[in-house]
């Protein structure tokens, strides 16, 4: 190495000035620290923006995005009013949508459209699709040319597809251009995007060719050109495919962007490895939350919007609970004469209530993934029938011991085992069949396997086990 003199460019790390302390906001267990966030809302109270800036300024917007849905909804709006233009608008895509909506509609749509400028174009797109059709035609209208056609397209693509997803920020080239002309290009060209691995190929009429990957353009010749060293883009992602279609194909090849074509097959972005691993997340909370029936409830939302969420759900439950009870009355006779099926009842519908839950997740979670289809659907069902048989064999043991020493009597302990395997049975069939029934005639497997699981786990087990205490014992139903 050659020896710097003492003008040399090299910094003495002792005459360098110290470097801001950075600012911590998590405890040690992760969590939001309490002295941070009080200081930030002391900041708020007193109108301090320069305190505010020295606390939020160098926050990564995930970071900027927690802080705001810890802090309340007016101070809120009072640290993007005193941020001013040091306020990170990327932190909008970080929080729940009930919140950005609050935010963004408290601005006008003139700061929006300045906010929008400086977005990347999927952040902008994000921010852009949630409000009024009246207002996002006010805030393009005030964005330069070429960005307010690219944000355009990108809306009108459908929701929760990879065009919404896209940057529409990409670098392509000519396939005759050489490894130095490209680099060249790269240098000097102060419109590329921050951040990219990939360079395209294109055509004249901007119809994906291939695709080159910075290390090997680095690797190369400068004489060498890029349609020598190009390969086919393999797994180019059409702009109408579902989000969560496009993440399963990040998934199996392991990519880290992909080109995004229209249907003449032009390249009209690039999907990354960030946005996919938003989507993933997105679409796992939407399953888990649908399970539940809340649909895409989020914690920020007001009470008037969570009830209209649950009730739908809720009063399905409550007709299903009805059609239950009305299995029980068939059998009230046999239940006057037994009080001791009263108290086991329960015990056979909650059993298959939870079995037919287990089996209902991984059959949602399997038709999510693409890991169940007709062609293994058949050994799928089977598996899942013998492992109900194999639980409900050993349940119906360990429980009909339970009960004939508790009632003292043997004759109940067979007839709650019989009637625990028969639900179990049901509950395994149920589990796998209806999300698969409801996959096929296109409603939602997460949002509607639920209620009619437990149905027919509640209406099974109560039936098998009444039905047969009231033939077992010899009395009548009512």
């Given at each position: 190495?050659?020896?710097?003199?003492?003008?040399?460019?090299?910094?003495?790390?002792?005459?360098?000035?110290?470097a801001?302390?950075?600012?911590?906001?998590?405890?040690?267990?992760?969590?939001?620290?309490?002295?941070?966030?009080?200081?930030?809302?002391?900041?708020?109270?007193?109108?301090?923006?320069?305190?505010?800036?020295?606390?939020?300024?160098?926050?990564?917007?995930?970071e900027?995005?927690?802080?705001?849905?810890?802090?309340?909804?007016?101070?809120?709006?009072?640290?993007?009013?005193?941020?001013?233009?040091?306020?990170?608008?990327?932190?909008?895509?970080?929080v729940?949508?009930?919140?950005?909506?609050q935010?963004?509609?408290a601005?006008?749509n003139?700061?929006?459209?300045e906010?929008?400028?400086?977005?990347?174009?999927?952040?902008?797109?994000?921010?852009?699709?949630?409000l009024?059709?009246?207002?996002?035609?006010?805030?393009?209208?005030?964005?330069?040319?070429?960005?307010?056609?690219?944000?355009?397209?990108?809306?009108?693509?459908?929701?929760?597809s990879?065009?919404?997803?896209?940057?529409?920020?990409?670098v392509?080239?000519?396939?005759?251009?050489?490894?130095?002309q490209?680099?060249d290009?790269?240098?000097?060209?102060?419109?590329?995007?921050?951040?990219?691995?990939q360079i395209?190929?294109?055509?004249?009429?901007?119809?994906?060719?291939?695709?080159?990957?910075?290390?090997r353009?680095?690797?190369?010749?400068?004489?060498?050109t890029?349609?020598?060293?190009?390969?086919?883009?393999?797994?180019?992602i059409?702009?109408?495919?579902?989000?969560?279609?496009?993440?399963?194909?990040?998934e199996?090849y392991?990519l880290?962007?992909?080109?995004?074509?229209?249907?003449?097959?032009?390249?009209?972005?690039?999907?990354?490895?960030?946005?996919?691993?938003?989507?993933?997340?997105?679409e796992?909370?939407?399953?888990?939350?649908r399970?539940?029936?809340?649909?895409?409830?989020?914690?920020?939302?007001t009470?008037?919007?969570?009830?209209?969420?649950?009730?739908?759900?809720?009063f399905?439950?409550?007709?299903?609970a009805?059609?239950?009870s009305?299995?029980?009355?068939?059998?009230?006779?046999?239940?006057?004469?037994?009080?001791?099926l009263?108290?086991?009842?329960?015990?056979?519908?909650?059993?298959g209530?939870?079995?037919?839950?287990?089996?209902?997740?991984?059959?949602?979670?399997?038709?999510?993934?693409?890991?169940?289809d007709?062609?293994?659907?058949?050994?799928?069902?089977?598996r899942?029938?013998?492992?109900?048989?194999?639980?409900?064999?050993?349940?119906?043991?360990?429980?009909?011991?339970?009960?004939g020493l508790?009632?003292?009597?043997?004759?109940?302990?067979?007839?709650?085992?019989?009637?625990?395997?028969?639900n179990?049975?049901?509950?395994a069939?149920?589990g796998?069949?209806?999300?698969?029934?409801?996959?096929r005639?296109?409603?939602?497997?997460?949002?509607?396997?639920?209620?009619?699981?437990?149905?027919?786990?509640?209406?099974?087990?109560f039936?098998?086990?009444l039905?047969?205490?009231?033939?077992?014992?010899?009395?009548?139903?009512?």
């Amino acid at each position: 190495m050659a020896d710097r003199g003492p003008d040399s460019d090299v910094l003495d790390p002792a005459a360098a000035p110290e470097a801001a302390e950075r600012v911590e906001i998590y405890d040690a267990d992760g969590d939001f620290d309490a002295g941070y966030l009080h200081r930030v809302t002391e900041a708020i109270a007193a109108d301090d923006a320069l305190q505010l800036k020295q606390d939020v300024g160098d926050l990564h917007e995930s970071e900027l995005g927690d802080l705001l849905e810890h802090l309340s909804p007016d101070d809120r709006q009072s640290l993007v009013r005193l941020m001013g233009d040091d306020f990170d608008y990327a932190a909008l895509t970080e929080v729940d949508e009930a919140i950005r909506l609050q935010i963004v509609d408290a601005m006008p749509n003139a700061q929006i459209a300045e906010a929008v400028r400086a977005l990347d174009s999927d952040d902008a797109v994000y921010i852009l699709e949630d409000l009024e059709e009246e207002d996002r035609k006010e805030i393009l209208a005030q964005l330069p040319f070429r960005e307010r056609i690219r944000l355009r397209r990108a809306l009108e693509y459908p929701d929760e597809s990879a065009g919404r997803r896209m940057q529409t920020e990409f670098v392509a080239v000519p396939p005759y251009w050489t490894v130095g002309q490209t680099i060249d290009y790269l240098r000097d060209e102060a419109g590329l995007p921050d951040n990219f691995s990939q360079i395209f190929v294109v055509d004249p009429s901007f119809k994906l060719l291939g695709a080159v990957d910075l290390d090997r353009i680095l690797r190369m010749r400068r004489p060498a050109t890029i349609e020598e060293i190009m390969h086919e883009t393999r797994h180019a992602i059409p702009a109408d495919m579902d989000q969560e279609e496009a993440a399963q194909i990040f998934e199996q090849y392991d990519l880290l962007s992909a080109a995004v074509v229209d249907a003449t097959e032009r390249l009209v972005g690039v999907l990354t490895i960030d946005d996919v691993v938003d989507v993933i997340q997105q679409e796992a909370e939407e399953d888990l939350l649908r399970l539940g029936g809340v649909g895409d409830e989020e914690l920020s939302d007001t009470v008037a919007t969570t009830v209209r969420s649950r009730f739908l759900w809720l009063f399905i439950n409550l007709v299903t609970a009805i059609l239950a009870s009305l299995v029980i009355g068939l059998f009230d006779a046999t239940i006057e004469q037994m009080v001791a099926l009263a108290v086991l009842m329960p015990i056979v519908a909650s059993m298959g209530g939870n079995a037919g839950t287990q089996t209902m997740t991984v059959a949602v979670r399997a038709l999510a993934t693409r890991d169940i289809d007709i062609y293994n659907a058949g050994r799928v069902i089977r598996r899942e029938l013998l492992v109900g048989l194999v639980n409900g064999i050993a349940f119906a043991v360990i429980i009909g011991v339970v009960a004939g020493l508790w009632f003292q009597s043997r004759g109940l302990g067979e007839v709650i085992g019989i009637a625990l395997i028969i639900n179990m049975v049901a509950a395994a069939l149920a589990g796998i069949l209806i999300p698969l029934l409801l996959d096929r005639v296109g409603a939602d497997p997460a949002l509607a396997s639920g209620t009619f699981v437990t149905t027919v786990t509640d209406v099974v087990g109560f039936f098998a086990f009444l039905g047969l205490a009231a033939w077992w014992f010899g009395a009548a139903p009512g």
